[in-house]
């Protein structure tokens, strides 16, 4: 057996990554001691019917005593109290990382309140489903995924080699990245196709009962995919959204102008310019699939 990455890790939420993660560690030995941490009785008690951790935590200061690693994994909305709650029992350079979306808060949140001698690394496994709650994790949602660490410049390149070789060694590829530069680009890898899914299944429930019905019935598969996406966490992507609004907004406003250009289009019978931009669209589904990021 391997010799773990940590003696203790913390794992502050137990959601589908928490309980993903805790999994994948207990996978590969990679802590000696898992301890987790919820604010609800019910689901840490599901935690550990399941048995994702070594101990288990109504305490944020409980949980992250002695931690070599503490990660945050709720929404983002709890990383300013989850810090504030951490840091007068963070141990001696101890690091803090997360699994948010969304990079630049997450350091603007949470840096104010860490203890001088503790380290932030951030990280975004950019891995999941449309499923939450500590029944949703398996092992395997990492691998083969890209991990995206945004550590700021002059972090403690030995922390960040160590959360590295964590998420390498629960099976993701690892890319270190600017924090604004990774919210611009999943502004619109992730976070602008969740807001149109969100936004067309809106749609279909404000329709007549009767239509209502019909589309149900007769969803092919594109609809499909948009309700899988729209049955995501709500707290976590509204969150999200409130997180990355900058980012966000500047890519929505594109793609509002790239929908009204497809409006004219069809108004017009403009043949040539539809089928000008479905072609341009295939050729980057082919690129996404050569990059072997396809669902």
């Known amino acids: 057996m391997t010799t773990p990455l940590f ?142 660490l945004t550590p700021e410049v002059g972090t403690n390149q030995t922390a960040v080699d160590r959360v590295s070789n964590l998420w390498q060694q629960v099976g993701s590829n690892v890319e270190i990245m600017d924090a604004d530069h990774h919210d611009q680009v999943l502004a619109i890898t992730s976070h602008l196709p969740h807001l149109i899914a969100y936004t067309i299944v809106e749609t279909a429930t404000d329709l007549e009962t009767d239509l209502q019905k019909e589309v149900v019935k007769f969803s092919a598969g594109g609809f499909r995919d948009f309700t899988r996406i729209a049955a995501s966490d709500p707290t976590m992507w509204r969150d999200v959204f409130l997180n990355n609004q900058d980012a966000v907004l500047e890519v929505l406003g594109r793609f509002t102008e790239d929908l009204t250009a497809l409006q004219r289009a069809i108004r017009r019978g403009d043949a040539e310019k539809l089928h000008d931009s479905f072609t341009r669209t295939q050729a980057l589904h082919r690129s996404v699939i050569a990059a072997k990021q396809q669902a």
């Open 7 to 148: 003696d203790r890790i913390a794992l502050l939420g137990i959601g589908l990554i928490g309980s993903s993660l805790a999994l994948a560690i207990k996978r590969s030995n990679l802590a000696s001691h898992i301890a987790i941490y919820t604010r609800r009785q019910e689901t840490l008690d599901r935690a550990a019917k399941l048995e994702l951790g070594d101990s288990y935590h109504k305490e944020v200061a409980d949980a992250v005593a002695g931690a070599e690693l503490v990660i945050f994994c709720a929404p983002l909305g709890a990383n300013t109290a989850l810090a504030q709650a951490s840091a007068p029992a963070l141990a001696e350079g101890a690091i803090v990382s997360d699994v948010g979306s969304c990079k630049r808060s997450v350091i603007d949140d949470v840096t104010p309140h860490l203890p001088d001698h503790a380290l932030l690394v951030p990280a975004h496994p950019v891995a999941g489903t449309e499923h939450s709650g500590p029944d949703a994790g398996f092992a395997e949602l990492f691998d083969g995924r890209w991990c995206i």
